[in-house]
């Protein structure tokens, strides 16, 4: 495939997807970044959100939940290592939820301000999620 690179994508129950791709949107802990040929060399951590994928050119994007973990990128590959990762039309809205009001908790149960700060962040990018859908 032309103007393509190698992709994996693993979380810790499966592996989601291997092959060839034009384009992935990887949610970023600072914020969303399009990863396509060529790209420069980056490790990144990911904030919970929605990854998109592109395996052609004018194909749909297919997109998935993941919540945290990291990214590996090279001018040739992606390697995503989600800590969870459901494809968007499984996503169900009860579990949502639920990872909300977990959330929240860990929000109400952070001991020092940098934690609460992160847990707010969570939250905030479930909320977004959750608004998408």
Do not use: N
């Not at 992935?24 to 951590?45: K, Q, R």
């Not at 959100?49 to 590996?72: H, K, N, Q, T, W």
């Not at 459901?86 to 996503?91: F, N």
Request: aromatic share 6%; net charge negative; proline share 5%.
């Amino acid at each position: 495939m032309a103007d393509s690179f190698s992709f994996e994508f693993v979380s810790p129950e499966r592996r989601v997807m291997a092959g060839e791709v034009i384009q992935v949107v990887v949610p970023g802990w600072e914020g969303e970044f399009a990863v396509m040929p060529g790209h420069a060399p980056v490790l990144s951590t990911m904030r919970p959100g929605m990854l998109s994928i592109i395996r052609e050119e004018g194909g749909e994007a297919e997109r998935y939940f993941v919540r945290g973990g990291f990214a590996d990128v090279t001018p040739t590959s992606l390697t995503v290592l989600a800590q969870h990762a459901i494809a968007e039309s499984e996503l169900d809205r009860d579990a949502l939820a639920q990872a909300i009001k977990d959330a929240e908790e860990d929000v109400s149960d952070a001991g020092d301000e940098a934690t609460v700060a992160r847990c707010q962040e969570t939250l905030d990018h479930l909320k977004e999620i959750e608004r998408s859908l």
